[in-house]
């Protein structure tokens, strides 16, 4: 049987952090592609480094969220997975 903390550790890991890595992962895809469509822009003059740099910063959230799922989530759930049986 398990206790109260550890199967709150078991709801947070095996369904609260998956949502919040893919709500993350969506919201830096969008805003890549906001960042994208801003400096593929002709009309827009106003283009400056930032832009750019903001799209690298999205694109980095974006890989750190995916590789979190293989650092921190997998192994989480295993345990958890685990601690259940």
């Given at each position: 049987m398990m206790s109260?903390?550890?199967?709150?550790?078991c709801i947070i890991v095996l369904y609260i952090?998956?949502?919040?890595?893919?709500?993350?992962?969506?919201?830096n895809s969008g805003c890549l592609v906001v960042f994208i469509m801003v400096w593929s822009n002709k009309d827009y003059y106003r283009k400056t480094a930032m832009i750019l740099y903001f799209g690298a910063m999205s694109l980095c959230n974006i890989?750190?969220?995916?590789?979190s799922f293989f650092v921190i989530i997998l192994p989480a759930f295993e345990q958890a997975i685990y601690l259940i049986n």
């Open positions: 109260i903390p550890e199967f709150i550790s952090q998956p949502i919040l890595c893919l709500f993350g992962i969506l919201f890989v750190q969220l995916f590789l």
